[in-house]
């Protein structure tokens, strides 16, 4: 399968692409310029800047959003209003880049280094109340966090490993247990942002890999979809029946002119239907 091209370059580092009702359909990030993105229903963008990074988001439960920020986050009020939270650390070398939340209702974001040297990073979790407590650290590079369908399990990628990994969660444990889940051919790419599918399939994106794989709950390759950029960096399910698969690229460390396509929004339909958004209970 070939995915098809929705919108021109619009993002430097387009990320963390989440589909709700709420917003109306589409938002991602342009993680370096520090921007939320909508996408109104002609694809034509609408930029919002939070913070010198935007790495993440999803909905609130009562409208707007919670934001990891730099070095935190920030909750968008439904009427716009912007909250930063307290800053979690003063590194100025590390930031937030990739999370989701978890069915408890708790917002799980993982960090790195610019200059993504081994084990600087973390993976928090912010707690409804507004909490935070480190749940994982000498991480790499944190990305792709999102559940299966009953809960129980939450899939996780460290990106220079080369390896989707799997934890165990439950409400009174968290996250427990991380393993291999499936493992990608450095030739390949390395495993980015990720999505869950309704019959427990994970989809996950290849950077420098030009394409999204799908793996059955067995950790089984079953499906590839092509993209058109050689930088895929996530993917997420929406429209109104959540079958369209929203794939998001970058441009960084691109040339002028180079992978032209780069810093596009892709779409497939493969024929399996996502997931809903998990709410922020903060």
């Given at each position: 399968?070939?995915?098809?091209?929705?919108?021109?370059?619009?993002?430097f580092h387009g990320e963390?692409?989440?589909?709700?009702?709420?917003?109306?359909?589409?938002?991602?990030?342009?993680?370096?310029?520090?921007?939320?993105?909508?996408?109104?229903?002609?694809?034509?963008?609408?930029?919002?800047?939070?913070?010198?990074?935007?790495?993440?988001?999803?909905?609130?439960?009562?409208?707007?959003?919670v934001i990891a920020v730099?070095?935190?986050?920030?909750?968008?009020?439904?009427?716009?209003?912007?909250?930063?939270?307290?800053?979690?650390?003063?590194?100025?070398?590390?930031?937030?880049?990739?999370?989701?939340?978890?069915?408890?209702?708790?917002?799980?974001?993982?960090?790195?280094?610019?200059?993504?040297?081994?084990?600087?990073?973390?993976?928090?979790?912010?707690?409804?109340?507004?909490?935070?407590?480190?749940?994982?650290?000498?991480?790499?590079?944190?990305?792709?966090?999102?559940?299966?369908?009953?809960?129980?399990?939450?899939?996780?990628?460290?990106?220079?490993?080369?390896?989707?990994?799997?934890?165990?969660?439950?409400?009174?444990?968290?996250?427990?247990?991380?393993?291999?889940?499936?493992?990608?051919?450095?030739?390949?790419?390395?495993?980015?942002?990720?999505?869950?599918?309704?019959?427990?399939?994970?989809?996950?994106?290849?950077?420098?890999?030009?394409?999204?794989?799908?793996?059955?709950?067995?950790?089984?390759?079953?499906?590839?979809?092509?993209?058109?950029?050689?930088?895929?960096?996530?993917?997420?399910?929406?429209?109104?029946?959540?079958?369209?698969?929203?794939?998001?690229?970058?441009?960084?460390?691109?040339?002028?002119?180079?992978?032209?396509?780069?810093?596009?929004?892709?779409?497939?339909?493969?024929?399996?239907?996502?997931?809903?958004?998990?709410?922020?209970?903060?």
């Amino acid at each position: 399968m070939r995915a098809d091209q929705l919108t021109d370059p619009i993002t430097f580092h387009g990320e963390g692409p989440v589909f709700s009702p709420s917003w109306g359909g589409l938002r991602l990030v342009d993680l370096f310029a520090g921007d939320v993105l909508t996408l109104t229903g002609d694809g034509t963008p609408v930029r919002r800047h939070v913070d010198t990074i935007a790495a993440a988001l999803r909905p609130r439960a009562g409208g707007g959003a919670v934001i990891a920020v730099e070095r935190g986050f920030v909750l968008e009020d439904a009427d716009g209003t912007l909250t930063r939270l307290p800053e979690i650390w003063a590194d100025a070398s590390v930031r937030m880049n990739d999370g989701g939340t978890a069915p408890d209702g708790s917002f799980y974001c993982g960090s790195m280094a610019y200059d993504q040297r081994t084990g600087a990073g973390s993976l928090y979790r912010l707690a409804p109340d507004g909490a935070v407590t480190r749940e994982l650290s000498g991480v790499t590079i944190s990305n792709g966090l999102e559940w299966s369908p009953d809960g129980s399990l939450a899939y996780y990628n460290d990106t220079p490993t080369g390896r989707i990994g799997v934890f165990d969660w439950s409400p009174e444990t968290g996250l427990t247990g991380l393993r291999t889940f499936a493992e990608i051919p450095e030739a390949d790419g390395y495993p980015d942002g990720l999505t869950v599918d309704s019959a427990g399939g994970v989809w996950v994106a290849l950077y420098a890999g030009g394409a999204v794989r799908r793996y059955t709950p067995e950790g089984t390759l079953d499906e590839v979809i092509e993209v058109a950029a050689g930088r895929v960096t996530a993917c997420t399910f929406g429209g109104d029946d959540l079958r369209q698969l929203f794939i998001t690229t970058s441009r960084e460390d691109l040339a002028p002119g180079e992978d032209p396509l780069a810093g596009s929004i892709f779409t497939a339909t493969p024929g399996v239907a996502g997931l809903p958004v998990k709410t922020f209970a903060g």
